[in-house]
């Protein structure tokens, strides 16, 4: 019944290391994104795809490098990882075109030690 | 640039005391206005969208209004379970579908 699912809820890993977050939405939607929120709750966008096309790019290091291998599935692979990377991830997704509701997974909590 | 702010950061309120949230944007081309509510450990959780000044819309106790600088989330008769961080974003003009979102303000309501 979840329309937009992320696995895994929790991640510790250690400094260096190379992580996935899988993304799965049920809701027909054509467009899927990844938000980052900080410590302070605040969200920003880091990625979207349409039709697994790459739309939205924001100022991101090159080690987060996301993958869409259909309209249904975003992957978020992280490189490399640094303290700073820890946050919480949320993947959402949407019908393409400006004004739609854009609906969020439960997010997905990564901890850098 | 687009922006957004949210104000108060935190607010707390007795049950049954109502209040308002605020939410000041500069947009280039606003295409809509989102409210969402987020409870402790989980995803946003759709509330509202506003697409043009003077529109309101509402659901149980909440009503949201715009105008070409600001929307207010007019919380009536709150209750406990109201409680949780309330987020506003918007949408430019554009068709990426990018929301760019406040900081939000946290609410407490106390028995």
């Known amino acids: 019944d979840t329309a937009v699912s992320q696995t895994p809820k929790y991640l510790v890993t250690q400094m260096g290391n190379d992580k996935s977050i899988k993304c799965e939405q049920n809701?027909?939607?054509?467009?899927m994104y990844w938000y980052k929120q900080d410590s302070k709750k605040f969200l920003k966008i880091m990625f979207s795809?349409?039709?697994?096309?790459?739309?939205i790019n924001e100022t991101v290091p090159n080690r987060f490098s996301p993958k869409s291998p259909d309209k249904a599935h975003l992957n978020l692979h992280i490189n490399s990882l640094e303290l700073g990377d820890s946050a919480v991830y949320f993947c959402?997704?949407?019908?393409?075109?400006?004004?739609?509701?854009?609906?969020f997974g439960e997010g997905s909590w990564l901890t850098v030690v | 640039e687009d922006q957004v702010t949210q104000s108060p950061e935190a607010l707390r309120l007795q049950e049954g005391e109502s209040s308002s949230l605020n939410c000041s944007y500069t947009?280039?081309?606003?295409?809509?206005l989102f409210w969402y509510r987020q409870d402790p450990g989980k995803g946003p959780e759709f509330l509202f969208t506003?697409?043009?000044a003077g529109e309101e819309k509402e659901k149980e106790r909440l009503k949201a209004t715009l105008t070409k600088k600001e929307s207010f989330l007019h919380i009536t008769a709150p209750k406990p379970e109201d409680s949780a961080t309330y987020l506003c974003?918007?949408?430019?003009?554009?068709?990426?579908?990018?929301?760019?979102f406040g900081q939000g303000t946290t609410l407490q309501v106390k028995p």
């Open positions: 809701l027909g939607h054509d467009t």
């Open positions: 974003a918007v949408q430019a003009n554009s068709n990426t579908g990018k929301l760019i």
């Open positions: 947009v280039s081309g606003l295409r809509g």
């Open positions: 959402a997704s949407s019908h393409s075109g400006a004004g739609n509701t854009i609906y």
């Open positions: 795809y349409n039709n697994k096309e790459l739309i």
């Open positions: 506003l697409y043009s």
